[in-house]
């Protein structure tokens, strides 16, 4: 919308990675596996972010390989 100014994450400006601190939250959930359930990813000017797993109805929604 115009005049509306949107939160701004973080920022990779070389596209490589170099500039981003990646930290794992808490390991487990609801498979037997070592994924993290959440992921914070700060940039050099301390803009951060938080992705975790998407959940349907409390359950974590597994992609389907066929949508590639």
Do not use: C
């Amino acid at each position: 919308m115009p005049g509306s100014a949107l939160p701004v994450g973080p920022q990779d400006s070389r596209g490589d990675g170099t500039g981003l601190r990646f930290e794992t939250g808490e390991h487990g959930g609801d498979y037997p596996d070592d994924m993290p359930q959440a992921i914070t990813v700060t940039d050099a000017q301390g803009r951060w972010a938080v992705y975790v797993p998407l959940r349907v109805n409390g359950k974590i929604v597994v992609p389907d390989d066929r949508v590639h």
